[in-house]
């Protein structure tokens, strides 16, 4: 069964480890990871999952930098040997929960092209594309940029 807490800074080797292999293409660094950081909890939420051994398997970040702003989606990544189980919804909907929380009016979030798991997630979710950013996560790497109005 996975269960689901805030991330603690103690938690960041295992998080730029993971983000490595998860987002080969253009990984976070340490650097980056304790940048966004610096928001938590102020405007900043992170969480990850973990597998019955308490092993993070996955993790995810959404940042509202002020009450009547969009929250935007940082990252959400599951390693794949735990993909379709429901991880990448649950972490959605804590994401959306924390950010309506924190008074933000919609949620936006860039995903790559390739990445049709994730894409198909989003609009069972209600996110909607709004337009393309070629070369985001590289040469010849567009990202979808995708929204949905929070109630």
């Known amino acids: 069964m996975t269960t689901f807490r805030e991330a603690s800074v103690l938690d960041l080797p295992?998080?730029?480890?993971?983000?490595?292999?998860?987002?080969?293409?253009?990984?976070?660094?340490?650097?980056q990871?304790?940048?966004?950081?610096?928001?938590?909890?102020?405007?900043?939420?992170?969480?990850?999952a973990l597998d019955t051994e308490n092993q993070i398997i996955g993790y995810a970040a959404v940042m509202?930098?002020?009450?009547?702003?969009?929250?935007d989606v940082l990252t959400v990544g599951v390693l794949s040997e735990h993909r379709k189980a429901g991880i990448?919804?649950?972490?959605?909907?804590?994401?959306?929960?924390?950010?309506?929380?924190?008074?933000?009016?919609?949620?936006?979030?860039?995903?790559?092209?390739?990445?049709?798991a994730a894409i198909n997630l989003y609009k069972q979710l209600g996110?909607?594309?709004?337009?393309?950013?070629t070369n985001y996560y590289g040469a010849g790497l567009d990202a979808l940029v995708m929204r949905k109005e929070l109630q």
């Open 14 to 31: 295992v998080l730029v480890s993971m983000e490595k292999t998860l987002f080969a293409d253009s990984p976070w660094s340490m650097g």
């Open 33 to 48: 990871f304790k940048e966004e950081f610096k928001g938590v909890p102020r405007t900043h939420f992170f969480i990850v």
């Open 64 to 71: 509202v930098p002020a009450p009547g702003i969009e929250a």
């Open 88 to 116: 990448g919804k649950a972490f959605m909907e804590q994401l959306e929960r924390w950010a309506m929380d924190k008074e933000s009016n919609a949620m936006m979030l860039e995903v790559g092209t390739e990445n049709i």
């Open 127 to 133: 996110y909607q594309q709004i337009s393309v950013r």
